[in-house]
């Protein structure tokens, strides 16, 4: 489906940003065999203004604020984890982050192996969504 939305460089730009092909999941079994439920997500996401926009005027904040720069692999990380943080609303970010287990009513999933507290918010501080182009 990406060659029908994104032209072949950028498409090329998106596979090796995600890394390896995903496996087939049980829990989508009518998706095609080399399918995850993250290429389910990714067929709703516009990839080609996530490339040619948001991606560049992002690393061109995080280079002024002498942050290191992103690329989309990272970038759909930080947005899957907003996706998952918005099943807790009751949890503050820190929560997510801890290397203790946090309980509120339930257990609150620990994201640091994805990704570190100060890199996520990095993100919520400098990801820039148009240029001013």
């Known amino acids: 489906?990406?060659?029908?939305?994104?032209?072949?460089?950028?498409?090329?730009?998106?596979?090796?940003?995600?890394?390896?092909?995903?496996?087939?999941?049980?829990?989508?079994?009518?998706?095609?065999?080399?399918?995850?439920?993250g290429d389910y997500l990714?067929?709703?996401?516009?990839?080609?203004?996530?490339?040619?926009?948001?991606?560049?005027a992002t690393n061109h904040v995080l280079t002024a604020n002498r942050k290191?720069?992103?690329?989309?692999?990272?970038?759909?990380?930080y947005m899957g984890l907003n996706l998952m943080m918005s099943n807790?609303?009751?949890?503050?970010?820190?929560?997510?982050?801890?290397d203790s287990e946090t309980y509120t009513i339930f257990k609150v999933p620990n994201f640091s192996s994805f990704m570190p507290c100060y890199r996520y918010r990095e993100f919520n501080k400098y990801t820039q969504f148009a240029t001013s182009d």
């Open 1 to 37: 489906w990406l060659d029908d939305i994104v032209d072949p460089v950028m498409r090329t730009k998106a596979m090796e940003s995600l890394g390896e092909p995903p496996q087939r999941s049980p829990s989508f079994p009518n998706l095609q065999t080399n399918q995850s439920e």
């Open 42 to 56: 990714l067929h709703f996401l516009p990839l080609t203004y996530l490339l040619s926009v948001v991606i560049p």
């Open 68 to 77: 290191k720069q992103t690329n989309l692999g990272e970038f759909l990380q």
């Open 88 to 98: 807790y609303p009751c949890c503050s970010i820190e929560d997510f982050f801890r």
